[in-house]
């Protein structure tokens, strides 16, 4: 259990200096080189610290210190929940900050800068790391010391198995963070804590799930066993391979590559109504002219008028008192215009 607390000593150290960091760094610097750098390399420290120092309890711990796998999923649950309440929007992971560029969130240079400071940050935890292990607190520690020199190759099964294995890790990865990239971080950061715990425990006797270009090239690159071109397959081209998949298959394309979708048809949420169609200006010019030829055409022609309920195209019906409609016509409004006798002049 000394080796546990001494670790669990390192794991918290680590964060509030971290923490520190950013705090002082974005008190000091203007927003852009906060966001930009110091904010990613501080993040990229923190997790390449916490991630080789349980690398040692995960390969001495069982044997050395009697950890259970039980309890290494548990620390990794927990760091990856203090990893996303304190990085303050930092992604610490080349493969997320290339996914930004492809969705046009990020510019080139930022990226760029973005990239550089992870790599730095990795690297100073490496270092910072090793420094601690050399004062040796642990039993852990001294047999990290010993084995430094020849250490083992966290990729245990072959090359094409093993990109396929950090490809489907990253795609997992990235398709999550693009469905919870809205959400409340007290959903989001659980979630994927919870994610990442999952892919470590399926994938780790493999490869380790790092899914993580930085992170791999720090932990395992210079280790024997494999060429640097067959860790870059792995580690490199697997997680890429698999965070591009992931943003073809949510979003249907590459926004800064192309617009067009090749995934998904793009569905007009506004439905034309279907009906007749408009009249246009020759179709109104050629009623009104049929209107009237067919009015000149009745004028010398009388219609009878009493009974008679139907009315053409160009006859609109006026409402009366009667209980039908009436026609105006010339011989109507005559025969309404007409004097008529009353019934005592006929009775004289």
Same mark, same amino acid.
């Given at each position: 259990?000394?080796? @546990? ?6 794991? @918290? ?69 203090? #990893? ?76 094409? #198995? ?52 930085? @992170? ?28 591009? @998949? ?64 139907? #009315? ?37």
């Amino acid at each position: 259990m000394a080796g @546990l607390n001494v670790s669990l000593s390192f794991f @918290l150290g680590t964060i509030a200096l971290c923490q520190a960091a950013r705090r002082a760094s974005k008190a000091l610097l203007p927003a852009g080189a906060y966001n930009g750098f110091a904010r990613e390399a501080a993040g990229a420290a923190q997790l390449g610290a916490c991630c080789l120092e349980l690398r040692v309890l995960v390969e001495l711990g069982p044997w050395a210190g009697g950890f259970g796998p039980d309890l290494l999923l548990t620390l990794l649950f927990l760091l990856f929940l203090a #990893h996303g309440a304190t990085f303050d929007g930092a992604s610490a992971n080349p493969a997320v900050s290339l996914q930004e560029l492809l969705l046009a969130e990020a510019s080139v240079p930022s990226t760029l800068l973005k990239l550089v400071a992870q790599a730095l940050g990795v690297q100073a935890a490496c270092t910072l790391t090793q420094l601690y292990w050399a004062w040796e607190l642990s039993d852990l520690h001294m047999l990290q010391n010993l084995m430094a020199a020849h250490c083992s190759s966290a990729l245990r099964t072959t090359v094409l #198995h093993g990109a396929l294995v950090e490809g489907a890790c990253a795609f997992f990865f990235h398709l999550t963070l693009l469905r919870l990239q809205h959400s409340l971080p007290i959903y989001r950061v659980p979630a994927v804590a919870l994610l990442v715990t999952i892919l470590a425990y399926t994938a780790g006797p493999l490869t380790s799930a790092f899914f993580n270009p930085a @992170l791999a090239a720090s932990v395992t690159f210079h280790c024997s066993g494999h060429t640097l071109l067959e860790y870059a397959q792995v580690y490199w081209l697997g997680p890429l391979t698999g965070m591009v @998949l992931a943003v073809l298959l949510y979003h249907g394309h590459l926004p800064r590559l192309f617009q067009r979708n090749l995934l998904y048809s793009q569905k007009n949420k506004y439905r034309t109504p279907r009906g007749k169609p408009a009249p246009g200006p020759g179709d109104t010019q050629m009623s009104a002219e049929g209107c009237r030829v067919q009015e000149s055409g009745q004028r010398g022609v009388g219609r009878q008028l009493l009974g008679s309920s139907g #009315h053409g195209p160009c006859e609109r019906p006026v409402r009366g008192r009667g209980p039908g409609p009436r026609l105006r016509t010339p011989e109507l409004r005559e025969h309404q215009n007409r004097p008529h006798s009353s019934p005592e002049t006929i009775c004289q």
